[in-house]
């Protein structure tokens, strides 16, 4: 009931989704301003930075969405095998045809569930879960499932909305997109995040941009 609650949430924003993560528009530039206090662009550059150029191991990414904060680092990595997941046909359609605009060929876009990932144990160095965690209906599931498919010393990168932070953030979240479906409680606090990377990971990284919490761990 959740995920088709999500999936319609998904499906009626997938439109307008890449104007608004990027914000060039003065109407979106204004709205990140409002909710956020910056765009998404400020922070996914430097969190994308996590995973070098030259990387040449096996990346899932999940939720991949529409690709629009990705393709620009994909097109530079191109040794690696990347699979891009994401529980919304819509969302994936978007990416797939970007993809595919932009010649990049080392990209499998498969649709699945967080919740429940097709790839056997220890199949992946790198796990890339951006804006995903907010909008998963069983977080808790979702992360032993990331942790599942992620070899020993491979890396968890990634980054999602915090509660706590920033309290007109928190307002839109709550009245807006939990209604809209985009969003899904019950979201995290930063202690609670750290706490819980900490138990899971040997080594981990953690920084925030306002209610965005960015982290970068080692299994
Ligand atoms: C805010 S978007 C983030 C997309 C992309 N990573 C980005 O930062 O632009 C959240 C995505 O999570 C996906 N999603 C929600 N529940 C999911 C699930 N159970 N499994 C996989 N993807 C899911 C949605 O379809 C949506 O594309």
Not at 117 to 143: C, Q, R, W, Y
Request: proline share 3%.
């Amino acid at each position: 009931m959740k995920k088709d609650t999500i999936n319609k949430g998904y499906k009626s924003v997938s439109n307008i989704y890449d104007d608004y993560i990027l914000s060039e528009k003065p109407l979106f530039k204004i709205i990140a301003k409002i909710i956020w206090g910056f765009t998404d662009k400020e922070y996914s550059i430097k969190l994308l930075e996590n995973i070098p150029d030259d990387f040449s191991g096996k990346i899932l990414d999940i939720p991949a969405g529409t690709g629009i904060l990705t393709y620009e680092k994909y097109l530079r990595i191109k040794n690696a095998e990347i699979i891009c997941m994401d529980y919304s046909k819509d969302m994936l359609d978007i990416a797939k045809e970007r993809f595919g605009n932009y010649n990049i060929n080392n990209i499998e876009c498969k649709q699945g569930d967080v919740g429940n990932i097709p790839f056997e144990n220890e199949t992946f160095d790198v796990v890339l879960s951006m804006n995903g965690f907010h909008a998963f209906p069983d977080k808790e599931k979702a992360f032993s499932e990331i942790n599942r498919v992620l070899k020993n010393n491979g890396l968890f990168v990634g980054c999602f909305y915090i509660k706590g932070k920033v309290r007109r953030t928190d307002w839109f979240i709550k009245n807006i997109f939990v209604k809209n479906g985009t969003f899904t409680p019950q979201f995290y606090d930063e202690n609670e995040i750290t706490e819980k990377f900490k138990t899971v990971y040997k080594e981990t990284k953690i920084w925030n941009k306002g209610s965005i919490i960015c982290f970068r761990c080692k299994k």
